[in-house]
């Protein structure tokens, strides 16, 4: 059973343009919501993350959106860059008392900024 | 520097003929992952630890097995491998406590034939 539903699987933007990412949870214990950006050859980095307790947060062109209500986050890449092509992937987790429970990933999103 | 190292980065072996991909992290933390990527697929956990002496399956254990002897080492043995395993492995650690980062390696690259 998939917990985190990301999509789409791929997306092409034009220079400048917005791209936007979206996933699903059904965990409603889950309570931290990170994104992670993947360059061919590379592995996975940490790009930007949010608590569901902010409906928004921004990072430079980079932004999560959070509807707890509709269990979704979405990631917004403003003035898209060529260098932000890269594997994108969703991810939740839940806190046991101070202890972090292991991340549960989407199934990922490449995406090509043509210039 | 903070650093999560995999070897071998690349390596193409038989069916059956036992292996060993090591991770080590220079970052004191207590969490250490192992994930395999496929395309289609994502990153899916093979085996986690909370600490030394302590771990347990992810998703897809079959065919693995791990073991943490040492806070910084986290090696993944591949017993008899099958072309099946034929994958990207990463390996990942963080804090254990609180939210953390989780800091990935570069990916060890295997095919089995």
């Known amino acids: 059973q998939q917990q985190v539903k990301q999509s789409p699987q791929s997306l092409i933007v034009q220079k400048g343009g917005i791209s936007i990412i979206n996933c699903a949870y059904e965990n409603t214990a889950f309570d931290y919501f990170p994104w992670y950006q993947q360059f061919p050859g590379k592995g996975p980095a940490l790009l930007i993350a949010?608590?569901?307790?902010?409906s928004e947060k921004k990072e430079g062109r980079f932004t999560i959106s959070f509807n707890k209500s509709a269990k979704q986050f979405s990631l917004h890449i403003m003035d898209s860059q060529p260098g932000d092509s890269a594997t994108y992937f969703c991810?939740?987790?839940?806190?046991?008392?101070?202890?972090?429970?292991?991340?549960?990933f989407g199934k990922g999103t490449k995406l090509s900024v043509k210039p | 520097e903070a650093q999560v190292t995999q070897n071998p980065r690349y390596l193409i072996t038989v069916t059956g003929k036992k292996l060993t991909v090591t991770c080590s992290q220079n970052?004191?933390?207590?969490?250490m992952s192992w994930y395999r990527q496929d395309p289609g697929l994502g990153l899916r956990q093979i085996y986690y630890?909370?600490?030394?002496?302590?771990?347990d399956k992810g998703d897809v254990p079959e065919g693995y097995k791990v073991s943490r002897k040492e806070k910084r080492n986290f090696p993944l043995i591949l017993e008899s491998p099958s072309p099946n395993q034929t994958s990207l492995y990463f390996c990942?650690?963080?804090?254990?406590?609180?939210?953390?980062?989780?800091?990935f390696g570069e990916g060890s690259r295997l095919t089995v034939l």
């Open positions: 949010i608590r569901p307790d902010v």
């Open positions: 630890s909370m600490n030394v002496e302590v771990t």
């Open positions: 970052m004191n933390h207590e969490y």
């Open positions: 990942a650690s963080r804090r254990q406590v609180n939210t953390g980062e989780l800091f």
């Open positions: 991810a939740a987790s839940r806190d046991y008392g101070g202890s972090q429970g292991n991340l549960i």
